[in-house]
Nanobody
Framework: QVQLLESGGGVVQAGGSLRLSCSVS????????MYWYRQAPGKGREYVGE????????DYANSVKGRFTISEDNAKNTVFLQMNNLALADTAVYSC?????????WGPGTQVPVSS
């Protein structure tokens, strides 16, 4: 079992920055990938980015590339999502997702409302 818990969400003004954290506990060694997803009001879940734990390879959705940065603190089993130059369109519930061979887990999510 793996438990995920996001934190760091909250209201932020357009153009501002926010850093989200995803605390990972349990059988973390079985998780090969850590993802960030988001879901805006009335819309489906959208891929934000990922980090491959074996070699630290990171990838992003085009919509956030150049503004968002994913990083990982292995000692603390935490994955971060640094979000800069936030726009109204970034308003969403942000969730982290851990995936291993034949298994995956989701956190409950944290809300990020971006105000004008």
């Amino acid at each position: 079992q793996v438990q995920l818990l996001e934190s760091g969400g909250g209201v932020v003004q357009a153009g501002g920055s926010l850093r989200l954290s995803c605390s990972v506990s349990g059988r973390t060694a079985d998780m090969d990938y850590m993802y960030w997803y988001r879901q805006a009001p009335g819309k489906g879940r959208e891929y934000v980015g990922e980090i491959r734990r074996s070699d630290g390879h990171i990838d992003y959705a085009n919509s956030v590339k150049g503004r968002f940065t994913i990083s990982e603190d292995n000692a603390k089993n935490t994955v971060f999502l640094q979000m800069n130059n936030l726009a109204l369109a970034d308003t969403a519930v942000y969730s982290c997702h851990a995936a291993g061979v034949g298994t995956d887990y989701w956190g409950p999510g944290t809300q990020v409302p971006v105000s004008s």
